[in-house]
């Protein structure tokens, strides 16, 4: 999904205003360092992961290999966190995942996938080293 198909899924999970950061390659979107996501990744607080369970009906068994639960259709992953200030900047009105935490996570999973985020966001950080998060 493009940047407006993101912006339209988010928009639909009618979040509040903190308690979650969009984290990955819906980051990556927003920091306009990709152009399209396979998904919505959302890390959330404890309490938002309650109102979300039960507003979609989440089985808390039924998580996938990152322990993240999938909602919309697949569209979006939901994991959770307890601080999500800790790990998200406001960027463009949404809290994003920082990008130093994205590419730790690239660099631990270490992918194939991975490697041309892996180049772009080491070269976002050289370029703006003074301007980022």
Avoid: C
């Avoid at 979006?76 to 966190?81: N, P, Y």
């Amino acid at each position: 999904m493009d940047k407006a198909q993101l912006a339209n899924l988010f928009a639909s999970l009618h979040l509040p205003k903190t308690g979650y950061y969009i984290a990955s390659g819906g980051a990556l979107v927003l920091y306009g360092l990709r152009k399209r996501t396979n998904d919505l990744d959302l890390y959330v607080t404890p309490e938002l992961f309650a109102k979300l369970s039960a507003e979609y009906h989440i089985d808390p068994t039924d998580t996938d290999e990152y322990n993240s639960y999938h909602i919309k259709d697949g569209r979006a992953q939901i994991l959770i966190d307890e601080h999500p200030e800790k790990s998200s900047i406001w960027l463009n009105g949404y809290l994003v995942e920082t990008l130093e935490s994205i590419l730790k996570f690239k660099l631990w999973r270490n992918a194939p996938k991975d490697q041309p985020d892996i180049a772009k966001i080491q070269n976002y950080l050289k370029i703006n080293k003074d301007n980022v998060n």
